[in-house]
């Protein structure tokens, strides 16, 4: 979504970055303290919010991560979707902080529903991976192959370059949607044609991709 960075309280944010940045966190809270006092509307409180929540102890952040959210969602901006993983991801971050990790799952979850409205491209990408980080700290992965984890330690100790390009961007921030199990199906598909694995792996990452193509094929017969 467009953000003016001419607007008043944008540039005091983009300020608190920039002593935050150089080391002077105190200087970077007042700043961000002062978009939030001269906000004029829910959006301008939303920026402000946002960035106090990166200069308190960790109830503050919580608090201030919440504002944040609340705020976001009670916008009528359909361009305001694409902040919601991040923000959700904000609040569990928070609430695992905290020692709280049931509350921490419930919107990391909440954020892993709203990756949908991600842009294509490296920030998407990386707010996927923080969620689906989060969630297996807590326990409560909604994907995992345990095989694959093992092949890929295993092209890590060797250092094998290609298959971990191939695989990696479909694996790591995979939050076992459909499409998302499917695209990492046709990443490891690829690898499997390219035929440069031992015999052994290339057998094994068969067996992977069968076990996964029937999963999906369980689960789109379910929605259905």
Known sequence: MYIDPT????KLCVKGIEAEAAGDS???RQLSQEAWDKASNDFEAFIAAHYLARHQNPEGALKWNMEALILATGMKDDNIRSHLPSLYLNVARSFEELKDPAGAVGYYNLGADNCVH????????????GIQEGLKRCGASRFANPALERLIDRWCGRKEL???AMVLPAYFGNLGTLQERNKLISALSRLAASRQLPADEQDELNGIIRSLAKDVMVSDHASA
């Not at 607007?7 to 944008?10: A, D, L, S």
């Open 118 to 129: 991600l842009p294509p491209g490296p920030y998407g990408e990386m707010i996927k991976s």
């Open 26 to 28: 105190e200087y970077a």
């Open 7 to 10: 607007n008043e309280i944008v």
């Open 162 to 164: 290609r298959p971990l």
